[in-house]
T-cell receptor
Framework: GAVVSQHPSWVICKSGTSVKIECRSL??????MFWYRQFPKQSLMLMAT?????????EQGVEKDKFLINHASLTLSTLTVTSAHPEDSSFYIC????????????FGPGTRLTVT | QQQVKQSPQSLIVQKGGISIINCAYE??????FPWYQQFPGKGPALLIA?????SEKKEGRFTISFNKSAKQFSLHIMDSQPGDSATYFC???????????FGTGTRLKVLA
């Protein structure tokens, strides 16, 4: 139980294009989803909090116009990286809350984004 | 005050040994402390978690020790195995936001 999937698992895009990453809770309804960014050999950095049916809340320093988050349903949240640049290359991970109470976050497998 | 300090940065343990990773925090509002295991190229997986009203929690080979007065908690991996080689993150959160503050991570290598 408590499985979270992400699609795609890896993506390569050209500089200036946009890319969408999907995060799905497969066997539970996620009241809240979080989006993280992780650089090689570093910790997870929270980008934003996504609640179904409402606007995402972004952490300080995260450009909300560049990282568009949509939480369309209780099982799906999407992160769109707009006008991607090489510095946006990173490992993006989502997590979902709802399976084990509000404290437990279940993480997706991550999406490796490379911008050329 | 929002930081969670984790040590050591890396750890090498012999097979069958005990791996110990420590975390310290400042914010006394934190009320949930999970540990995650992450393999390269994968998302973190929840190992074990503890609330501040408990001083120790054990699940299989994994034990969390919690010292509320010292604002420290640690993960002990008993009978460490090569398959335990991964990066371990501690985290802390509050019931106000449920946002995790992650430690910097510990890269564990268990030698066969």
């Amino acid at each position: 139980g408590a499985v979270v999937s992400q699609h795609p698992s890896w993506v390569i895009c050209k500089s200036g294009t946009s890319v969408k990453i999907e995060c799905r809770s497969l066997d539970f309804q996620a009241t809240t989803m979080f989006w993280y960014r992780q650089f090689p050999k570093q910790s997870l950095m929270l980008m934003a909090t996504s609640n179904e049916g409402s606007k995402a809340t972004y952490e300080q320093g995260v450009e909300k116009d560049k990282f568009l988050i949509n939480h369309a349903s209780l099982t799906l949240s999407t992160l769109t990286v707009t006008s991607a640049h090489p510095e946006d290359s990173s490992f993006y991970i989502c997590s979902a809350v709802g399976a084990g109470g509000p404290y437990e976050q279940y993480f997706g497998p991550g999406t490796r984004l490379t911008v050329t | 005050q929002q930081q969670v300090k984790q040590s050591p940065q890396s750890l090498i343990v012999q097979k069958g040994g005990i791996s110990i990773i420590n975390c310290a925090y400042e914010n006394t509002a934190f009320d949930y402390f999970p540990w995650y295991q992450q393999f390269p190229g994968k998302g973190p997986a929840l190992l074990i978690a503890i609330r501040p009203d408990v001083s120790e929690k054990k699940e299989g080979r994994f034990t969390i020790s919690f010292n509320k007065s010292a604002k420290q908690f640690s993960l002990h991996i008993m009978d460490s195995q090569p398959g335990d080689s991964a990066t371990y993150f501690c985290a802390a959160t509050t019931s106000g936001t449920y946002k995790y503050i992650f430690g910097t991570g510990t890269r564990l290598k268990v030698l066969a």
